[in-house]
């Protein structure tokens, strides 16, 4: 079933960035864009461990930067 995000992150079928109000669903405990063509192959979730270059993860809320921690 599909909901809105509430926080912005990543698909972890795709590796697309997920945002706030975009329709996502859980596979798993993972999150997923709810239209992702990507999710529905076997084996194709990304390693919820490896960043992309340049991509630093919030000691807070464990988010890929930027986060809504930095606003306050």
């Known amino acids: 079933m599909a909901f ?10 795709c590796g697309e ?4 109000g975009d329709l996502i669903r859980s ?3 993972r999150y ?3 239209d992702c063509e990507r999710a529905a192959l076997p084996g194709a979730a990304l390693d919820p461990t490896e960043l992309r270059p340049g991509e630093v993860v919030c000691d807070v809320c464990f988010l890929v ?3 809504e921690c930095e606003e306050t």
Request: charged share 20%; net charge negative; hydrophobic share 20%.
């Open 65 to 67: 930067k930027p986060c």
């Open 17 to 20: 960035s997920i945002e706030p």
């Open 27 to 29: 596979e798993g405990g």
């Open 4 to 13: 809105p995000a509430n926080f912005p992150g990543r698909c972890t079928a």
């Open 32 to 34: 997923v864009h709810e």
